[in-house]
């Protein structure tokens, strides 16, 4: 490896061979090595020639970033190596050994550097001034290696790669990444040769083989046959076919087929645990297939979910690049598979980006420069794309979009969900959860567990309630959108109910059962924001369980072991807020006790769905819902309120349980009281169409 060489700090050519002493030495232990130089000659390669078999037996390949001014005889042979790309008859030679290489290059150099370019092991890029004035050259003289333990070498100084050069006085300057003090300069260097192949160089523009062709920089000519047969295993992301590594479902295939014959363009509404992950990604396949290259661009809401992706798309074939802030390297490795792709040198590529990411500058700007006859979005979760703030990663140049939800539409945001279905044409494949029930998710019991407000509260219900009816009113009059007041007014009654004391009791009742039943272990626990430690307390102190908080203060690696500590039962309860309602499988969870929910369909749905996935041994689950309603010294205006806001998910939670009847009986006196009976089987979507037709622009938006 590059740290086991013994390397100076600086090397002069009055003192050591430059090329053996330090730059076949470095090319000879590296997978990538780039060089920019003024000026280049073939002559250099066969100097060089051990390190560049070593180089290729390695797998690795050397870019070089070079002025347009070459020997005649040397740019005919990389034109040479450019055209043999294409030529099928040649490039379908697949076993060849790579022993003959260094003789070759020292003995048949420029037809041997035809045949490097031809198969891929040296690329050839030509820095021109953007303003075409050629009285100034590239003129630059710096070295950057990199191994398989990722360790790094930077050199730089006057040395051109030519003859003539090893013939002056020339030194170089050394920097490893593994010294002290010395990484930064690696990584300047480093990023000012992917600046420049990246074409952000204020100075010069780069162009590859072609381009140069094209735009006649050089004149062109042809050569002859490959001089050598070479065994090279290519990295995996240049020749790995995609494929599917599971046998899917027929609902999955009808899914993908209907994406294909909607020009591949369309949303999934898959309930949670249906595969969907799983079914995208063939998808892409599908569409890989059909049309000989895919660059797929993966957005995801969450970190969690990103490594659940990236070990996804392995499977199938993908190396996936991983775009957020946890890696500040993912600009510039996104920019070099991107010119791979370009290039033709794979056929493939994967990008999987967290949201905030997605919707940067820097993420769009680096995506614009990827052909775009192949480009496919994928977006998981996809109804958070909706808002306003990440929108602008819904990338307009992707000819291929799939958006991925349970829930794609956005709760009380029309604008939102205009901005997806416009972007994602139609959902184009349904799969409810009543069908998934008893086939691929756990069938389930739902007890309601009423829970009134105390006098106190429900006077500060009471009174945020004809305060947001007001404000409201005056919205509607003037047909505008809600103000910052008025949410503030409604996140604060939201909050009223989230957190009404009587939870406490009602929770403390709650596990008095379980435990009679000996049924307290796999149980998960979701509270209100500022909650969490009173439930700990609780389940602790007055419960006597082993519980563990699941909140925004664990660590990703952490929550693994939690999460395996749980499954085998060494830990019994979870308690949660928002962490586990999207992407986090807890299939070994069997009770869920419910404190607190929002109206938002897509929350408490994704919060059933981590209790439903199937596990062995695990027949049923059960799920407890604290819903605040209204008794008999409740107002009326109170009551309808909080009818109105906890009934929609009584009546989407007994849809599918087996135990409906005697659900409803325990929630039916208390709509009796104020003759509400008739929201029984009402939806979130029915509220929502009906407070919609009704004019009461955000009565609903509320935080639990």
């Known amino acids: 490896m590059l740290r086991d060489l013994d390397l100076l700090d600086v090397y002069d050519s ?8 330090l730059m076949v030495p470095c090319i000879s232990y590296s997978v990538d090595y780039i060089r920019g130089v003024g000026f280049f000659s073939s002559g250099w390669l066969k100097l060089a020639a051990k390190g560049i078999t070593q180089l290729a037996t390695n797998g690795g390949k050397a870019t070089f970033i070079v002025s347009p001014i070459l020997e005649e005889a040397d740019w005919d042979a990389m034109q040479l190596g450019e055209q043999a790309k294409d030529l099928p008859e040649i490039l379908a030679i697949l076993s060849r050994n790579i022993e003959e290489l260094q003789t070759s290059l020292e003995e048949d150099t420029r037809n041997t550097l035809a045949w490097l370019i031809a198969d891929g092991l ?4 030509f820095a021109i001034p953007r303003n075409r004035d050629f009285q100034s050259d590239y003129h630059d003289k710096v070295g950057f290696c990199i191994d398989k333990e990722q360790d790094r070498v930077a050199f730089h100084g006057s040395f051109n790669d030519s003859v003539k050069g090893t013939l002056n006085g020339e030194a170089f300057s050394v920097f490893r990444s593994w010294n002290e003090g010395q990484l930064a300069y690696v990584e300047q260097h480093e990023n000012r040769l992917k600046q420049l192949l990246h074409n952000c160089n204020s100075q010069f523009e780069v162009f590859g083989i072609p381009e140069t062709s094209k735009n006649d920089f050089i004149r062109l000519r042809t050569t002859p046959q490959r001089p050598y047969r070479r065994k090279v295993n290519p990295p995996q992301d240049t020749e790995a076919s995609l494929t599917v590594p599971v046998p899917l479902r027929e609902y999955q295939q009808q899914a993908i087929q209907a994406w294909l014959d909607n020009r591949c363009i369309g949303l999934f509404d898959m309930a949670t645990g249906t595969g969907k992950t799983i079914t995208a990604l063939a998808a892409a396949v599908a569409a890989y297939l059909e049309r000989g290259k895919i660059a797929l661009v993966i957005l995801v809401p969450y970190l969690h979910l990103l490594e659940q992706w990236v070990f996804e798309a392995k499977n199938f074939g993908f190396s996936p690049i991983c775009c957020s802030s946890e890696d500040p390297k993912w600009e510039n490795n996104l920019f070099d598979a991107i010119n791979q792709f370009n290039l033709g040198l794979t056929d493939h590529l994967c990008a999987v980006a967290v949201h905030q990411t997605a919707a940067s500058d820097r993420f769009i700007n680096a995506i614009a420069k990827c052909k775009k006859d192949h480009l496919m979005l994928l977006g998981d979760e996809v109804h958070a794309l909706g808002a306003a703030n990440l929108r602008k990663g819904l990338l307009e140049i992707a000819i291929l979009r799939l958006g991925l ?13 205009a901005v997806l279905h416009k972007y994602f044409n139609k959902v184009v494949y349904e799969f409810p959860l009543e069908k998934a029930i008893g086939r691929f998710l756990t069938r ?21 309630t004809e305060k947001i009816s007001i404000a409201s009113a005056k919205k509607k009059q003037r047909k505008e959108k809600p103000s910052t007041s008025l949410n503030f007014l409604l996140i604060k009654r939201s909050q009223i109910i989230a957190k009404a004391e009587r939870k406490y009791v009602a929770l403390e009742n709650t596990l008095c059962t379980l435990r009679k039943q000996g049924v307290t272990n796999h149980l998960l626990v979701y509270c209100a924001p500022g909650e969490i430690d009173r439930v700990l307390a609780i389940l602790v102190e007055k419960a006597n369980l082993r519980c563990h908080r699941f909140d925004h203060t664990i660590s990703l690696s952490e929550r693994q072991k939690i999460l395996k500590r749980f499954s085998s039962g060494t830990l019994e309860v979870l308690v949660a807020i928002k962490c586990l309602d999207e992407g986090v499988d807890v299939p070994a969870t069997r ?5 607190a929910s929002t109206t938002n369909p897509r929350e408490f749905v994704q919060r059933r769905g981590r209790v439903l996935r199937k596990c062995e041994s695990k027949r ?5 819902d604290m819903l605040v309603l209204p008794n008999h010294d409740t107002d009326v205006g109170s009551a309808k309120s909080l009818i109105r806001r906890e009934m929609p998910r009584f009546a989407e939670f007994t849809s599918a349980s087996t135990n409906a009847y005697s659900a409803k009986d325990v929630v039916k006196p208390f709509l009796e009281s104020f003759g509400m009976t008739h929201y029984f089987d009402m939806r979130p979507w029915d509220i929502y169409s009906q407070v919609l037709a009704e004019g009461e622009v955000g009565q609903e938006i509320e935080i639990g």
């Open 620 to 624: 049923e689950a059960i799920i407890f």
């Open 405 to 417: 939800s349970a829930t794609p539409d956005r709760w009380y945001d029309e604008e939102g969900t």
């Open 122 to 125: 040296i690329d050839f890029y």
């Open 14 to 21: 009055s003192e050591c061979n430059i090329i053996e002493d």
């Open 444 to 464: 389930y019991k739902y007890h309601p567990v009423p829970v009134h407000l105390s006098c106190s509260e429900l006077e500060q219900y009471k009174e945020l």
């Open 591 to 595: 009770t869920a006790i419910f404190m």
